[in-house]
């Protein structure tokens, strides 16, 4: 079935730092891919998404890459803040009413 | 503007029991969606309207039903309640024009013993 898989699980950077987070996806017919950000105890919100008729999208300091060929899409974040320290789910939407979330990525950013 | 709420933000129920989430949203947007969050498995589609008077299963509807009477309001359902489906539920709304974005709620943590 459908699948989205996000790596890594954890990921710790020193504040300055730039993070990555890979995922992949399974649907080729997949053509929205949305990043949502979750603090700790609220719900997820977007961050940043990337249709499938664009390679790449930047917001400050937030950036995102997609590899249609490849299945492949990224979130970069540059000079991290500890405020930045939150879960990061991407997720693949294939133009209906179902989103694919993967396993999410738990950011830590050490001051 | 408060977007998207929900009540309780936490129950505990013993196994068997039933009760009833609700979730109001009032952005008027057309599309609703439950979601549960467990460790590891990211967010996963229970059910989902598009509309008032309408309801779908997503990808783990089994032990779950959903009304949808109003617009704003989004209800799920548990009968009898089972420590499987101990987790957290997060609503989320969406409008019907423009972007697929969606704005969820703060979440609902439920344990089920």
């Known amino acids: 079935g459908e699948n989205v898989e996000q790596h890594p699980s954890t990921l710790s950077v020193q504040e300055g730092d730039s993070a990555v987070i890979k995922c992949t996806y399974s649907d080729s017919a997949s053509n929205y891919f949305p990043w949502y950000k979750q603090e700790l105890g609220k719900g997820p919100q977007l961050i940043i998404d990337i249709r499938s008729n664009v390679g790449e999208k930047k917001d400050q300091r937030i950036a995102v890459t997609l590899n249609k060929t490849a299945k492949h899409f990224s979130l970069h974040i540059t000079e991290t803040q500890p405020e930045d320290s939150a879960v990061y789910f991407c997720a693949a939407n294939t133009g209906g009413f179902k989103t694919i979330f993967g396993a999410g990525t738990r950011l830590f950013v050490k001051a | 503007n408060a977007g998207v709420t929900q009540t309780p933000k936490f129950r505990v129920l013993k196994t068997g029991q039933s009760m009833t989430l609700l979730c109001a949203q009032d952005?008027?947007?057309?599309?609703m969606y439950w979601y549960r969050q467990d460790p590891g498995m990211g967010l996963r589609l229970i059910h989902y309207?598009?509309?008032?008077?309408?309801?779908a299963k997503g990808e783990v509807p089994d032990g779950y039903n959903v009304s949808r009477l109003k617009k704003q309001n989004f209800l799920l359902g548990l009968e009898s309640a089972a420590p499987s489906q101990t987790s957290v539920y997060f609503c989320a709304s969406g409008p019907l024009e423009g972007s697929r974005e969606q704005y969820f709620g703060p979440g609902t943590r439920l344990t089920v013993t």
């Open positions: 952005m008027n947007h057309e599309y």
């Open positions: 309207s598009v509309g008032e008077g309408t309801t």
